[in-house]
């Protein structure tokens, strides 16, 4: 299983080479140099095509002329005065130039898909197991013999104590290092949240927060688990929906509707 504290084992070989066009470039860009061809570069990249480390300039630019206001100021959507000093170039190429195919580019993004899925299939297997694992497999035989002997005392604290109160209640257990009881009010509490008569949402939640607690002072290691599965979800999500929006030529979602609506770059 996928933890989320693992990398992911090496693909068993390189992915293939792009295959590159030779065409001649016809591109807008907008820049503040007096000289269109003047690139700056960032000794540890600043923007998402840059080199890691400066190796090579980039200049970034768009074959519709409109695209380039929508690339630069689409996230803001405001052009300040401060702007107007920028220069709008149209720049040709002299001779053909060796481009990535987009239909590569895209291919390549579309091969990390399955690979991606399992990993969103794995942590989600792991978080469901970690989320909803049996509280009472921390404890050992003794303290669930000591835990069924304070049952019903603890029921009847937790059923008959405010939210406010079992809250100071469920902080003197935690600060106590009494499993038993954290196992009990967890448990308790657990089921009081799922009362349709218990208090509001805002009870409700804190409750559950509480709860959350207890149980992650009764097994640290099975907290910490449960987090990292979480990250581990969350992280791979993220790249899914990243090599999305780059398949349609955008770094997110906003970025990907500026480009259907200005540009014919985008699917």
Known sequence: ??????????????????????????????????????????????????????????????????????????????????????????????????????????????????????????????????????????????????????????????FGMSAEALAERFRAVLASGDRPAMFLYAHHARVKTNDPVFGDDSETLRLKELAGELEGGLDPERARKTEAARVALREAREIKSYAYYRRHGARDAVEMHMNRVYSRTAV
């Open 1 to 158: 299983m996928l933890g989320g504290d693992q990398l992911p084992e090496p693909p068993e070989r390189l992915p293939a080479a792009f295959d590159l066009a030779e065409e001649q470039l016809s591109a807008w860009h907008l820049h503040r140099e007096e000289n269109p061809l003047e690139v700056r570069r960032y000794p540890t990249g600043r923007y998402r095509f840059d080199a890691p480390s400066g190796e090579y300039a980039t200049l970034y630019c768009n074959t519709i002329r409109l695209a380039v206001f929508a690339e630069v100021y689409g996230d803001v959507r405001v052009i300040e005065a401060t702007e107007k000093r920028k220069r709008l170039s149209h720049t040709i190429s002299e001779k053909d130039l060796y481009l990535v195919l987009e239909h590569e580019f895209r291919a390549a993004l579309d091969a990390i898909g399955p690979d991606i899925e399992k990993r969103i299939e794995g942590a989600e297997r792991e978080v469901l197991a970690l989320e909803h694992a049996d509280p009472s497999s921390s404890l050992t035989t003794d303290e669930l013999e000591a835990a069924n002997a304070r049952r019903a005392f603890v029921t009847d604290e937790v």
